[in-house]
């Protein structure tokens, strides 16, 4: 797979993944609660990721696989428990905007568990895509009360979220991306499971929402699999920032949410780091356990 295939696919999985953020909301305004919401994302999404893992022949899974995929579903089920709830309060351009600092932690952490070298470029493109994260908050309200809280709760979600796409990176190549979307399900699954002892069922209009979301969760953890494979994670990292545009766009089409100019002139910076980026020499091929 080339290396602009890749970028691609980044960039349509992450708006799969944008995706998923426009149901939650949905599924929100429906009253069902956020751990229920967030129960059920992992639910649906381990039926499909299953069926895809028996469709593409059972790939292994070993005892030796296991610790890296807990850790990582740790980090994941902190990541959507809290920024799922940060979405009940924020609109979507302003909750992923918030969350843009987890790509700038992704260089170090690779550097750290993956013997990734800080290359310039990265760390300078992770930087402008920054720059433009904060070109896009001129103009926004001003945070309080709930809002305060939400922002803190998306703080500390990126960075449970830059945790976890360093162990795909370390995981993609040699696990397979049927097998760390599965375990990228199942684990949060179960560690979310005592969250919804005792709660209500979903209302009925609310099941096609939840089998919509196992759909598109899973699309977009597939394709990021597959990128995550072939890039190094500081690389490729910068890539997250295209959530901006999408959820722009997204929050504008489905919520009737406004879209400032700020929020296209950074939209603009941030394409310009992820051109830069993807135009870095192909490094050598992670090896890294």
Request: aromatic share 10%; net charge positive; charged share 10%.
């Amino acid at each position: 797979m080339s290396r602009p295939t890749a970028f691609a696919q980044a960039a349509i999985g992450i708006g799969f993944l944008c995706g998923v953020d426009v149901l939650i909301k949905v599924i929100a305004r429906l009253d069902v609660p956020v751990p229920v919401i967030t129960f059920g994302r992992y639910f649906t999404g381990t039926i499909v990721s299953l069926a895809l893992w028996l469709a593409a022949g059972r790939p292994a899974i070993t005892r030796a696989m296991l610790p890296a995929h807990l850790l990582r579903g740790v980090f994941i089920a902190i990541m959507a428990s809290l920024f799922f709830w940060s979405l009940t309060k924020l609109p979507l351009a302003e909750a992923v905007t918030l969350s843009f600092f987890a790509p700038l932690l992704v260089p170090a952490l690779g550097a750290m568990f993956l013997g990734e070298p800080m290359r310039g470029r990265s760390v300078a493109a992770g930087l402008i895509g920054f720059l433009g994260v904060i070109v896009t908050t001129q103009g926004a309200p001003s945070f309080s009360g709930d809002r305060l809280l939400a922002v803190g709760a998306v703080l500390v979600a990126g960075a449970a979220y830059a945790g976890s796409i360093v162990i795909m990176r370390a995981r993609s190549g040699q696990d397979g991306p049927q097998v760390v979307t599965l375990l990228g399900a199942v684990i949060p699954l179960l560690l979310l499971s005592p969250t919804v002892v005792g709660a209500a069922l979903p209302p009925p209009a609310a099941l096609g929402w939840f089998v919509a979301l196992g759909l598109v969760s899973t699309a977009g953890m597939q394709l990021l699999s597959y990128a995550y494979a072939k890039i190094e994670a500081q690389v490729l990292a910068v890539m997250e920032f295209t959530a901006l545009p999408w959820a722009a766009l997204f929050g504008w089409a489905v919520f009737g949410e406004p879209v400032r100019l700020q929020v296209w002139a950074g939209a603009a910076i941030i394409l310009a780091a992820c051109v830069w980026a993807g135009r870095e020499a192909a490094p050598a091929e992670v090896t890294a356990e």
